[in-house]
């Protein structure tokens, strides 16, 4: 797994499997969704968006919306098979957008 923090101060989270011989997801292709991973911040750190913890059920990544702002994102784990991929994770978002 790769982590960056972009210009835009966007979290972005790359994960690579690491048997590529074996099934791997869909890429969604750059045509549909390009991020420009070498664009990175200059005004921020990573560690000002995402903090990361670790025990022995796993880890876990939380994700801020500005630096030292309210938690918008939580990455609990994610458990990867041959066809099969279970990510435990949850959305915070205001009431009042929706």
């Given at each position: ?26 890429l ?21 968006f ?31 098979d ?17």
């Amino acid at each position: 797994m790769e982590m960056r923090l972009l210009r835009k101060n966007i979290v972005n989270i790359k994960w690579t499997f690491q048997n590529q011989t074996e099934y791997v997801p869909f890429l969604v292709p750059n045509d549909i969704v390009f991020v420009n991973r070498s664009d990175l911040s200059t005004d921020y750190n990573l560690t000002d968006f995402v903090n990361i913890t670790q025990d022995a059920g796993g880890f876990t990544i939380e994700v801020r919306g500005l630096p030292a702002g309210p938690t918008v994102y939580i990455l609990k784990g994610i458990l990867l098979d041959n066809r099969f991929m279970q990510i435990n994770h949850v959305f915070n978002t205001k009431s009042d957008n929706f």
